[in-house]
């Protein structure tokens, strides 16, 4: 199971970034951002070979189950 940042979110954000300086900004003027997006991965496969069940209402909410 994971939780964290959502890689494609930053990816984006990123290229916002690039963009905003290849248009003529200042990088020291850009304001620093936090990470909007957070993503739920569940690997049930690995779960199922380690012995854990996941409870159904936690698959639910998962952003991501891998089988």
């Given at each position: 199971?994971?939780?964290?940042v959502?890689?494609?979110?930053?990816?984006?954000?990123?290229?916002?970034?690039?963009?905003?300086?290849?248009?003529?900004?200042?990088?020291?003027?850009?304001?620093?951002?936090?990470?909007?997006?957070?993503?739920?991965?569940?690997?049930?496969?690995?779960?199922?070979?380690?012995?854990?069940?996941?409870?159904?209402?936690?698959?639910?909410?998962?952003?991501?189950?891998?089988?």
């Amino acid at each position: 199971m994971s939780y964290g940042v959502s890689v494609e979110e930053l990816f984006r954000r990123a290229a916002v970034y690039v963009d905003k300086i290849l248009k003529g900004a200042k990088a020291a003027d850009l304001p620093v951002e936090q990470p909007m997006k957070f993503e739920l991965v569940v690997n049930l496969k690995a779960a199922k070979q380690i012995g854990l069940t996941i409870p159904p209402n936690v698959l639910e909410r998962a952003d991501k189950v891998i089988k």
